[in-house]
């Protein structure tokens, strides 16, 4: 009886030790040009926001708990942050100035090059327009095949992404 009482302890005490599944973000860095020191952080494709607080210069540093992985608007920025992320970021309505660094870096230097809609995509506001359908459409297909590479090397993402 207190071989089976020994062995339960044990066996709870090592279950106890494994650390549980880390669901914090940790985002920090500047936001510039934003127009206020208030910046809405949109879920993609859910209903409803949050505000970034950040002091008079655009610096903040926050954390917040996710259970899976998701991706959020910051203006024109989309990121796609995963449980355990840990970047520092420099975000601007133009996402071409955007930085990231840390950990889940990787899947938002993807998106910082991500295409507009109302710029056209992969015609880029028409300079990707050749004389006629067939050869934009090859270049078209090239651009996306070029892009599906890309992401194929992509480390440390998830199928959803």
């Known amino acids: 009886m207190k071989i089976i009482a020994l062995v339960i302890l044990f066996?709870?005490?090592?279950?106890?030790?494994?650390?549980?599944?880390?669901?914090?973000?940790?985002?920090?860095?500047?936001?510039a040009?934003?127009?206020?020191?208030?910046?809405?952080?949109?879920?993609?494709?859910?209903?409803?926001?949050?505000?970034?607080?950040?002091d008079a210069s655009g610096y903040f540093d926050t954390t917040f708990v996710l259970?899976?992985?998701?991706?959020?608007?910051?203006?024109r920025n989309i990121l796609y942050l995963s449980p355990g992320d840990d970047l520092e970021v420099y975000l601007t309505p133009d996402t071409r100035q955007a930085t990231f660094k840390g950990k889940g870096s990787e899947a938002q230097l993807f998106l910082k090059d991500r295409l507009y809609p109302k710029g056209g995509s992969?015609?880029?506001?028409?300079?990707?327009?050749?004389?006629?359908?067939?050869?934009?459409?090859?270049?078209?297909d090239a651009l996306a095949a070029s892009k599906l590479a890309q992401l194929?090397?992509?480390?440390?993402?998830?199928?959803?992404?």
């Open 67 to 75: 259970e899976q992985p998701m991706y959020f608007n910051i203006s």
């Open 122 to 140: 992969f015609l880029l506001s028409g300079r990707n327009v050749r004389e006629n359908f067939e050869k934009t459409k090859e270049v078209v």
């Open 33 to 54: 040009d934003m127009g206020t020191q208030e910046v809405i952080m949109e879920y993609t494709g859910v209903t409803g926001d949050f505000g970034i607080k950040t």
């Open 11 to 31: 066996v709870t005490t090592i279950m106890g030790c494994h650390s549980p599944k880390v669901n914090t973000i940790h985002l920090k860095g500047q936001m």
């Open 152 to 161: 194929d090397t992509l480390k440390g993402i998830t199928e959803l992404f």
